[in-house]
């Protein structure tokens, strides 16, 4: 049988959520990724809400402010209000860029 081998990608969030912490990231469909591209504006810019951006959060250790377990986002979208915007603005960049993060930029430039 058919199995997809691709399509998940594996995100050290320790800038924003501390060492060892993680997400696992979901690729978008074509059907996705097109749908965003038709929403830009006139600049480039995109706004994607949070639920469409929750289901591709399949798994992570996040914590909360009290170091308390979050749920997943794919499996309770509401818990992307319960972050910070640090927080809220690491996911936008890893969820625009593929699942690279600044630091996945700065190592292969200067290599």
């Known amino acids: 049988m058919a199995q997809r ?3 998940k990608i594996k995100v050290d969030t320790s800038s ?9 990231l979901s690729a978008l469909t074509l059907g996705e990724m ?4 038709e ?10 809400p949070y639920a469409e951006i929750a289901p ?5 250790n996040w914590v909360n402010i009290k170091g308390e377990p979050l749920p997943v ?3 309770d979208p509401g818990v992307l209000d319960f972050l910070t915007d ?3 603005q690491f996911v936008s960049r890893v969820f625009f860029s593929g699942g690279r993060t600044e630091q996945d ?5 200067s290599g």
Do not use: C, F
């Not at 097109?34 to 591209?37: D, E, M, Q, S, T």
């Not at 929403?39 to 994607?48: M, S, T, Y």
């Not at 930029?105 to 430039?109: E, H, L, T």
């Open 56 to 60: 591709h959060i399949t798994e992570w």
């Open 105 to 109: 930029s700065k190592n292969s430039s």
């Open 73 to 75: 986002p794919s499996v």
């Open 86 to 88: 640090e927080e809220r």
């Open 5 to 7: 081998l691709t399509g």
């Open 16 to 24: 924003v959520q501390g060492e060892g912490s993680y997400l696992m």
């Open 34 to 37: 097109r749908a965003i591209i």
């Open 39 to 48: 929403r830009q504006d006139g600049e480039g810019a995109v706004r994607v």
